[in-house]
Structure formats: C-alpha cells, structure tokens
C-alpha cells in the first residue's frame, strides 16, 4: 500500500476518533449523533453479512438498529452512554471469541491459519508462536473490556470517551508495532510480507467460512 494511502487512512481514522470523542461528550444523546457514531459499525457489520450470505448476521443488524431507536426515543443520556460502552465491550468480546475459540485442541489458531497462507515455509516454532500470538490477542481483547468497564465505572464520561475514541486505536496500533517489532527481532525465521498480502489472507479465510 503506498505511503500516501497510509497517512490518508491515518487521517481519516483520526479525524473519526476526534468527532467521536467531541460527540460524546457534546451530544451523546441525539439521534443524529448516535447515527454517527453507531452507523459506520452497524454497515460494516450488515455488509460483511450481505458478502457472505448470512442471515443471521443481517438479522442481528436489524435488531441492533432497533434497539438504538428505541433508547433514543427513550430518551435518556445515561442509557445512550451505556450503549457506547455495551457497543464498545461488545466489539471486544466478540474478537476475543472468535480468536480464542479457533484454540480449540487439534484446530488451527486464527494467526496461525493466516501466517501459513502467508509463509512458503512454515516451521513448528513458527506454528507455536503464532498460536502463543493468538492467544496474547485474546488475553488483550478481555484487558480492554476490564479496563472500559473500570473507566466508566470510576470516572468522569469524558475520560471514557477520551479511553473509547483515542486510547483504544492507540492500543491496538501499539499491540501490533510492538509484535511485530518482536517478531523479526526474536524470529527472523518470518519472513517480511506486505500488508496487502495480509489483508488478502485475512479475506480469503473469511471467505472459506472461518472465523472473522
């Protein structure tokens, strides 16, 4: 990917964290606020279900969307507010499932199925490491809805929109640098792949059914 598209996507991503935050602070409980805010999450959600034909997915869509109307015809800024953290913890739980449940004994790990779409030569301790990585995904996954939960719980709202919007990108960005640093450094064994290349491995298992 060239580097012009990495600082567009960059900007645009941190542009979206900043309205989000102002958002929630400043208007939190209107309809069009939440449109915004929940909006992008809901269509990328019915739109990887509509790809890959699958009802249930569109099904739950559609109720999520139902649910939001109701909360802000409710009314209420302490039930929205909720909502951003269900919606946050919820996103969370799903990816720490849908990680952890390929470390099933006998099955392949998410990473692990992934690098070998990846790697021409694919070790027993490459296989290892990647199972190790998935795990540490999942372990990271739950930290974040502990620490949301905390955040919300024991400080002010802004400080849990300043924790949604800015410090989970951040998070995650620095998970992955931080990995993949580590990885060339403590296993050169791997070699150096785009990350078209991983996007591309990434779509191919969500085509043949596995987990996301």
């Avoid at 989000?20 to 279900?49: I, Q, T």
């Avoid at 139902?66 to 909360?71: E, K, M, T």
């Avoid at 809805?145 to 400080?159: C, D, E, G, Q, R």
């Avoid at 924790?163 to 993949?180: D, H, K, M």
């Amino acid at each position: 990917m060239p580097a012009w598209r990495l600082a567009l996507a960059a900007a645009a991503l941190a542009a979206y964290a900043g309205l989000s935050h102002w958002l929630m602070v400043n208007a939190a409980d209107r309809p069009w606020a939440v449109a915004v805010l929940f909006g992008p999450l809901v269509l990328a959600v019915a739109a990887a279900g509509w790809r890959q034909r699958q009802p249930l997915t569109l099904a739950a869509c559609a109720l999520g969307v139902a649910v939001l109307a109701g909360v802000v015809w409710r009314g209420g800024v302490e039930d929205v507010n909720r909502m951003y953290v269900l919606q946050h913890a919820g996103i969370h739980l799903a990816l720490a499932w849908s990680f952890g449940l390929t470390l099933r004994p006998g099955g392949k790990a998410l990473i692990e199925m992934l690098a070998e779409r990846l790697h021409h030569r694919f070790s027993a301790a490459m296989r290892a490491y990647t199972r190790r990585l998935t795990l540490w995904w999942v372990l990271y996954f739950l930290g974040m809805v502990v620490v949301s939960l905390a955040v919300y719980m024991l400080a002010p709202w802004p400080w849990w929109s300043l924790f949604c919007n800015v410090f989970t990108p951040l998070a995650a960005l620095a998970f992955f640098v931080g990995e993949y640093v580590l990885r060339y450094w403590r296993h050169p064994d791997f070699e150096r792949v785009s990350l078209r290349r991983v996007v591309a491995a990434y779509r191919g298992a969500a085509d043949e059914g596995s987990p996301p």
